[in-house]
């Protein structure tokens, strides 16, 4: 994928991810500087949903990032912070219960500032501590009763899961905040669930929390948030 491609592709996705809406090619030659026609910017975007990256769910109407497409940006997002942290300043005093050994307080402290579902698990404390499930069904993008009963259901998985995960020494696990939407997830693995997670080395105990959130969460806000634990934590030791 050439510069330009990438360019057009994480710009469909921020709109995406602003409106809710498929993002067609008149709405993004008006809002960003391409150097290109709107039927240039559509052929890249025939282009891209060819090769898996977006998806049109109407004939005539735009495109949609797919999971594929919402991981890259994530991951773009991710590095871009760590090439350039800045910090979430409320996050660094709430370190502090963590610190004092105040998992279930932090939880529920975190996700009252994410508005999401999270949930934390310390390895000399192997019992799940979770706050938020009513946030995550306030954002999700389809809001179904059945939608509610299978995240439901996932979640009482989670203990089992976050366990699991905390117990593997992989080190793709181990080298800061990663991002997996929908069934990818070690965690939640429902379709229209994001999650957030990162494992912390906290008083010589491993610690891991995770965030879950839509497809179509604020990634530079929560992985901030996640940045800014691991940094903290980090000059703590």
Known sequence: ???????????????????????SSNRLFLDYDF????????????????????????????????????????????????????KEKNIVNLAELIIEGELKSFVHELSQALHLLSAGLAEDNLSVHTCGLDELFNCMEVPTTKVFYEIAKDVESLEARMTELLEDKDENYNNGPRAFIGKK??????????????????????????????????????????LTLRDTFKNYE
């Open 1 to 23: 994928m050439n510069s330009r491609t990438e360019n057009i592709l994480v710009a469909t996705v921020k709109e995406y991810i602003r409106t809710g809406a498929p993002v």
């Open 35 to 86: 150097g290109i026609k709107p039927a240039s910017i559509r052929s890249e975007l025939n282009e891209l949903e060819e090769t898996g990256w977006l998806e049109q769910l109407h004939i005539s109407g735009g495109r949609v990032p797919t999971d594929k497409a919402l991981e890259l940006f994530a991951e773009k997002v991710r590095e871009e912070l760590i090439s350039n942290p800045k």
């Open 185 to 226: 997830s070690p965690l939640i693995r429902h379709a229209q669930v994001t999650t957030i997670f990162d494992i912390f080395e906290i008083n010589d105990s491993r610690v891991l929390f995770a965030t879950f959130g839509p497809r179509r969460m604020d990634y530079r806000k929560n992985f901030k948030v996640f």
